[in-house]
C-alpha cells in the first residue's frame, strides 16, 4: 500500500502525456487511490502521522483501494467508520501542453506583445520573490535556469536537493525566470526570480491529486510568493479547494492554466475562486483554438509555439495553457518585485486592470480581462 501522506489539499490535473488508451482504461477502472479526510483528533488522524512518520496528526492521507474493491465501495467502508469528514477519488495528474516540433530560428514573440523589454527598464524581477513550479521535474544543470533554481524539491519521495529533469516542466520554468544575461537562447519573463521546482510526477509521467496536494503543501510551509500550475483536471476535488484557499489566505498568487481542450467545462484548480485562470492566445492576439473558455477564465497569454528551455540545454516550443501561465506568473513576479508590499490580491486586480482588452468590450469568457501586458501593470 502506498506509504500514507500529510495532505493540505488534493488537486486533480491535467497531463497530455496519457494516451488515449491509457485515458479509457483508468476511466473504465476507476480510480486507483482514495484521499480522506479524517475528523479533527480522531484515532484514525493520528494513525495516519504514524504511518507518514510525522509528529503531528494527520488530518488527510491518500490511500490505495484494496484488490478487489472498487473505489466507490472502499469510499463506503471508509465513511461507515465515522472517523472521516469526507472521502474522494485521488484522481490522476495530467500537464496542459501540446509538444511541437523546434525550429530554433524563431524568437520568443511573446516578449513583444506583453511588452517585456519596457517592464524590465524598471525591473527585471527579484531574488527575493519565489515562484514554487509544481511540474514534473525540470533541468537544474540548464544554462538558462542554474542560477535561478533553489531548494528543489521531489515530492514523490519526499526528499529535497535533486529532481528529475522534466520536459514541461523546464519549459514552463524558463518561460518565468531563464536567463537574460547569458547571452544564449532566449529569456524568461521575470528573469532575476528565483524558481522552487516541485517534482509531483513519475519517471512514467504518472502523478495523483495527493501527489500535487503535497507539493502545494510544502510550497506553503516554504514561504513562496507564487505557485504555477500548468495542469489540471475536469474532476473538482473539495480537498484540493481547501489547500488552495489556505495558500492563498497565506499570501500567495496562485496561477493555474486553464486547460487545453477548447470547452467552457469547469476546469480545476484554474475555476476555483482565487485562482488566476489563465488561458491561451496567438501572436496576432486571437484565442488558441485549443484554449478553453468560460465564466471562470481571468487573463489570456501567448501560448501557441513559445519558445523556452529544454532539458540538456536546448530551447524550443511548445504549445498549451500551460505556456500561458507561466507568463503570467512571470508578470506577477514582475510586480512583486516592483512593489513587494503589494498583497497577492493587490497583484491579482492589478494584472486584470493592466491587460490589454480583447474581444468583447470589458471581460468577456474568451479572454477573460485581456492578454496580460507586462509594462502596463508595472506603470500602474
Same mark, same amino acid.
Given at each position: 500500500?502506498?506509504?500514507? #501522506?500529510?495532505?493540505?489539499?488534493?488537486?486533480?490535473?491535467?497531463?497530455?502525456? $496519457? /494516451?488515449?488508451?491509457?485515458?479509457?482504461?483508468?476511466?473504465?477502472?476507476?480510480?486507483?487511490?482514495?484521499?480522506?479526510?479524517?475528523?479533527?483528533?480522531?484515532?484514525?488522524?493520528?494513525?495516519?502521522?504514524?504511518? +507518514?512518520?510525522?509528529?503531528?496528526?494527520?488530518? &488527510?492521507?491518500?490511500?490505495?483501494?484494496?484488490?478487489?474493491?472498487?473505489?466507490?465501495?472502499? &469510499?463506503?467502508?471508509?465513511?461507515?467508520?465515522?472517523?472521516?469528514?469526507?472521502?474522494?477519488?485521488?484522481? *490522476?495528474?495530467?500537464?496542459?501542453?501540446?509538444?511541437?516540433?523546434?525550429?530554433?530560428?524563431?524568437?520568443?514573440?511573446?516578449?513583444?506583445?506583453?511588452?517585456?523589454?519596457?517592464?524590465?527598464?524598471?525591473?527585471?524581477?527579484? +531574488?527575493?520573490?519565489?515562484?514554487?513550479?509544481?511540474?514534473?521535474?525540470?533541468?537544474?544543470?540548464?544554462?538558462?535556469?542554474?542560477?535561478?533554481?533553489?531548494?528543489?524539491?521531489?515530492?514523490?519521495?519526499?526528499?529535497? @536537493?535533486?529532481? !528529475?529533469?522534466? $520536459?514541461? @516542466?523546464?519549459?514552463?520554468?524558463?518561460?518565468?525566470? @531563464?536567463?537574460?544575461?547569458?547571452? /544564449?537562447?532566449?529569456?524568461?519573463?521575470?528573469?532575476?526570480?528565483?524558481?522552487?521546482?516541485?517534482?509531483?510526477?513519475?519517471?512514467?509521467?504518472? =502523478?495523483?491529486?495527493?501527489?500535487?496536494?503535497?507539493?502545494?503543501?510544502?510550497?506553503?510551509?516554504?514561504?513562496?510568493?507564487?505557485?504555477? &500550475?500548468?495542469?489540471?483536471?475536469?474532476?473538482?476535488?473539495?480537498?484540493?479547494?481547501? +489547500?488552495?484557499?489556505?495558500?492563498?489566505?497565506?499570501? #500567495?498568487?496562485?496561477?493555474?492554466?486553464?486547460?487545453?481542450?477548447?470547452?467552457?467545462?469547469?476546469?480545476?484548480?484554474?475555476? &476555483?475562486?482565487?485562482?488566476? !485562470?489563465?488561458?491561451?492566445?496567438?501572436?496576432?492576439?486571437?484565442?488558441?483554438?485549443?484554449?478553453?473558455? @468560460?465564466?471562470?477564465?481571468?487573463?489570456?497569454?501567448?501560448?501557441?509555439?513559445?519558445?523556452?528551455?529544454?532539458?540538456?540545454?536546448?530551447?524550443?516550443?511548445?504549445?498549451?495553457?500551460?505556456? =500561458?501561465?507561466?507568463?503570467?506568473?512571470?508578470?506577477?513576479?514582475?510586480?512583486?518585485?516592483?512593489?513587494?508590499?503589494? !498583497?497577492?490580491?493587490? #497583484?491579482?486586480?492589478? #494584472?486584470?486592470?493592466?491587460?490589454?482588452?480583447?474581444?468583447?468590450?470589458? *471581460?468577456?469568457?474568451?479572454?477573460?480581462?485581456? *492578454?496580460?501586458?507586462?509594462?502596463?501593470?508595472?506603470?500602474?
Amino acid at each position: 500500500m502506498k506509504k500514507t #501522506i500529510s495532505l493540505f489539499l488534493v488537486l486533480p490535473l491535467l497531463f497530455t502525456v $496519457f /494516451t488515449a488508451n491509457e485515458n479509457r482504461v483508468f476511466a473504465e477502472k476507476g480510480p486507483q487511490q482514495v484521499i480522506v479526510k479524517y475528523k479533527e483528533n480522531s484515532q484514525s488522524a493520528a494513525a495516519a502521522a504514524q504511518s +507518514a512518520n510525522q509528529n503531528e496528526k494527520a488530518e &488527510m492521507a491518500a490511500l490505495e483501494v484494496p484488490a478487489g474493491e472498487t473505489a466507490a465501495s472502499f &469510499m463506503q467502508e471508509l465513511k461507515a467508520k465515522g472517523e472521516v469528514e469526507f472521502v474522494e477519488p485521488d484522481y *490522476r495528474i495530467e500537464l496542459a501542453y501540446t509538444p511541437n516540433d523546434p525550429e530554433f530560428a524563431k524568437l520568443q514573440y511573446h516578449h513583444q506583445k506583453i511588452e517585456t523589454a519596457a517592464a524590465w527598464n524598471q525591473t527585471k524581477g527579484s +531574488a527575493d520573490v519565489v515562484v514554487a513550479v509544481i511540474d514534473d521535474g525540470m533541468d537544474l544543470l540548464h544554462s538558462e535556469l542554474a542560477n535561478q533554481f533553489i531548494a528543489p524539491y521531489d515530492a514523490l519521495n519526499k526528499q529535497a @536537493g535533486t529532481i !528529475s529533469p522534466g $520536459f514541461h @516542466g523546464t519549459h514552463v520554468a524558463g518561460l518565468i525566470a @531563464g536567463s537574460a544575461d547569458n547571452g /544564449t537562447w532566449g529569456a524568461g519573463v521575470a528573469p532575476h526570480t528565483k524558481i522552487m521546482p516541485i517534482d509531483v510526477f513519475d519517471d512514467g509521467g504518472y =502523478a495523483y491529486t495527493s501527489d500535487l496536494i503535497h507539493g502545494i503543501e510544502h510550497a506553503i510551509a516554504a514561504n513562496v510568493d507564487i505557485i504555477n &500550475m500548468s495542469l489540471g483536471s475536469y474532476y473538482y476535488s473539495k480537498a484540493l479547494d481547501q +489547500a488552495i484557499q489556505q495558500a492563498h489566505k497565506e499570501g #500567495i498568487v496562485i496561477v493555474a492554466a486553464a486547460g487545453n481542450d477548447g470547452t467552457r467545462s469547469a476546469h480545476y484548480p484554474s475555476s &476555483m475562486a482565487n485562482v488566476i !485562470s489563465v488561458g491561451a492566445v496567438t501572436n496576432n492576439d486571437t484565442s488558441s483554438l485549443f484554449s478553453n473558455k @468560460g465564466p471562470s477564465i481571468d487573463v489570456t497569454a501567448p501560448g501557441t509555439d513559445v519558445y523556452s528551455s529544454l532539458p540538456n540545454n536546448l530551447f524550443g516550443p511548445l504549445s498549451g495553457t500551460s505556456m =500561458a501561465a507561466p507568463i503570467v506568473s512571470g508578470v506577477a513576479a514582475l510586480i512583486k518585485a516592483d512593489q513587494p508590499s503589494l !498583497s497577492n490580491k493587490e #497583484i491579482e486586480k492589478l #494584472i486584470f486592470s493592466s491587460s490589454d482588452d480583447l474581444g468583447k468590450a470589458g *471581460r468577456d469568457d474568451v479572454y477573460g480581462h485581456g *492578454r496580460v501586458n507586462a509594462r502596463k501593470a508595472l506603470k500602474n
